[in-house]
């Protein structure tokens, strides 16, 4: 074995950590941890470290994936909990020990300042009581994507989610638009009490992690969480104020000069989607075949590349993108790190915005793409 060689062979692909527990992983981080260091060995090291880190993280997101596209299997709720409560949360306590180690040697190499700038942020937040309480947010997120992505709703016979609504609060009949939103309401009012308990025990586990990390509240805490080091929360709230200011009164006149067009004495919230002028509402495509087509051309034609990389992904299974039963709302993209690949969910439904919400998503991939050539995860 030649120096800097891992004690412990790494698998050769994340499949070989889809079923493990905590103590599967926890020898990889100490041996990691107890490896003799120095400035000769450390790129190999740092090398090793993230190649562990990219099949576990890899192994995660895959569990994530898999259970926002079908929150009522069980086996995907187990994996997902798996990692989010358990896994995850105790690993990045041992990621900080990593990390005192790589800041105590004094690490330093060009084209990396940003990467030992984060490192140095996140040990600065880390608490150990942190961590049982992370796992617990996780653990309330992951019920928050069952309840939700259980709704359903009875439209004309047929059995619909509240998202496959969102067509009809385009109809020109404003009876149908009302029908619509006060349906697509339904579910979330039925289900009030529950919802507004998860929110309310995500509120007290999260306010509680930023007062432990030496925060007024969970806002500044999470605002340094995210490395956002070029403004700060009070830069947010005066440009909070500004959009008060200046883009309020745009949206009031905008507002008012829809109520015109569209001869009501009161704007309602199903009138804000239907096109003012008594059109028909736009139809991009009327399957996620025609939606994949037609994305690839408009990424062909503002690069070859953007076109290719969303093929790779379409050829890879990697893009869940229409809306169904059981299925998390929202829409993500998240990244693959081991594979050197990203992957997007979303719920189509048929509306223009879809669209802008596949090449909103779209961005966040190629972005992935293209930053998979950096040297560490």
């Given amino acids: 074995m030649e120096d800097g060689d891992s004690v412990i062979a790494l698998p050769d692909s994340p499949e070989a950590f889809k079923e493990a527990t905590w103590q599967d992983v926890l020898p990889y981080y100490e041996e990691l941890a107890a490896r003799p260091l120095d400035p000769s060995n450390v790129e190999a090291w740092l090398a090793d470290w993230s190649s562990f880190e990219a099949l576990i993280a890899e192994a995660r997101n895959l569990a994530n994936f898999a259970y926002s596209c079908d929150t009522a299997n069980p086996e995907l709720e187990a994996a997902q909990l798996r990692f989010g409560t358990d896994i995850s949360p105790k690993a990045q306590e041992q990621r900080v020990r990593l990390q005192a ?69 385009e109809s020109t009949d404003r009876g149908v638009r009302e029908r619509a939103f006060r349906l697509r309401a339904k579910p979330y009012i039925e289900q009030r009490e529950t919802l507004a308990g998860l929110f309310d025990r995500m509120y007290d586990l999260r306010q509680q992690i930023g007062l432990n990390a030496g925060f007024k509240n969970f806002r500044d805490y999470i605002h340094q969480e995210k490395n956002r080091f070029d403004y700060t929360p009070a830069d947010c709230l005066r440009f909070q104020d500004a959009v008060e200011t200046a883009v309020l009164p745009a949206v009031k006149r905008i507002h008012d000069r829809r109520r015109r067009q569209m001869g009501v004495d009161r704007l309602r919230p199903w009138d804000l989607n239907v096109d003012p002028k008594g059109r028909a509402a736009l139809q991009p495509f009327g399957d996620i075949a025609t939606l994949l087509d037609r994305a690839r051309d408009i990424f062909g034609r503002v690069d070859p590349d953007f076109r290719g990389f969303f093929q790779k992904m379409e050829d890879a299974r990697l893009l869940d993108l229409e809306n169904r039963k059981g299925k998390a709302p929202g829409a993500y993209c998240d990244d693959l790190p081991y594979s050197k690949m990203p992957l997007i969910v979303m719920n189509a439904v048929g509306i223009d915005d879809d669209v802008r919400t596949l090449l909103h998503e779209s961005g966040h991939a190629f972005h992935c793409l293209e930053a998979v050539q950096l040297p560490l995860v």
Avoid: C
């Fill in 101 to 169: 180690r790589l800041v105590d040697l004094g690490y330093e190499r060009a084209g990396l300042e940003m990467m030992v700038r984060r490192i140095k942020n996140e040990m600065s937040l880390f608490r150990e009581a942190n961590v049982q309480l992370s796992a617990d947010v996780s653990r309330l997120t992951t019920e928050w994507a069952k309840v939700s992505g259980a709704m359903t709703v009875e439209w004309e016979g047929e059995e619909k989610t509240p998202a496959q609504l969102l067509p009809f609060l």
